[in-house]
């Protein structure tokens, strides 16, 4: 007879979710192991290839977790246009820097069956942030519209970079600044 699924189950993913993005992001996708990842949540190998069949499978959930949640969040914030979307961003990316950083570097090495439903999620974000700009400058032609869009996902995704918690501005007087700074330019393309 088969074991029932933990009452723990979710939370449990959730950990070791969260433990692997780190030690992956930190090592590098690439070089990092499921026994390194098993060692950086504190669990044993078995346990987490209890979860996980392989390195693909666990990274696919990180980053399946981790734009879902995004697309979630930022479907929410959709109407109160653009400067709601730049906080919603900003503050979705709190914690999350090494979801964030293993979707830059890291998607592009899971097979394509596995990449397609990630870019779906990808785009999706792109087209709400898009749509939110046109909104605010429906002369944009699409091509200048598309590198508005761009622009500003550079300004937003690349925070986790340089801002260091505590120091300079916080999350929040970012998002404003961010988001007065994408008005101007917006206005004055």
């Not at 992001?25 to 070089?31: L, M």
């Not at 996980?52 to 990180?62: G, N, Q, V, W």
């Not at 592009?108 to 400058?137: G, K």
Request: charge should be negative.
């Amino acid at each position: 007879m088969p074991r029932g699924i933990a009452k723990d189950h979710d939370a449990k993913r959730a950990a070791l979710r969260k433990g692997a993005a780190a030690y992956f992001a930190a090592q590098g996708y690439d070089r990092a192991s499921m026994t390194g990842a098993a060692r950086e949540c504190g669990v044993s190998k078995a346990l987490i290839y209890h979860y996980y069949d392989s390195k693909e499978a666990l990274l696919f959930d990180i980053l399946d977790t981790h734009l879902s949640d995004l697309v979630t969040v930022v479907d929410a914030a959709a109407p109160d246009g653009l400067p709601g979307l730049i906080r919603a961003i900003l503050e979705a990316y709190e914690d999350a820097d090494a979801e964030h950083k293993l979707q830059l570097d890291a998607l592009a090495t899971l097979p394509v069956q596995q990449q397609t439903p990630l870019i779906a999620l990808q785009r999706r974000l792109v087209e709400i942030m898009s749509d939110a700009i046109a909104r605010e400058r429906s002369d944009l032609d699409p091509v200048r519209l598309r590198a508005v869009t761009m622009t500003v996902f550079g300004i937003l995704n690349w925070f986790y970079m340089w801002h260091r918690p505590g120091k300079g501005l916080s999350r929040e007087a970012y998002a404003e600044l961010a988001a007065q700074f994408v008005h101007g330019g917006i206005a004055a393309t």
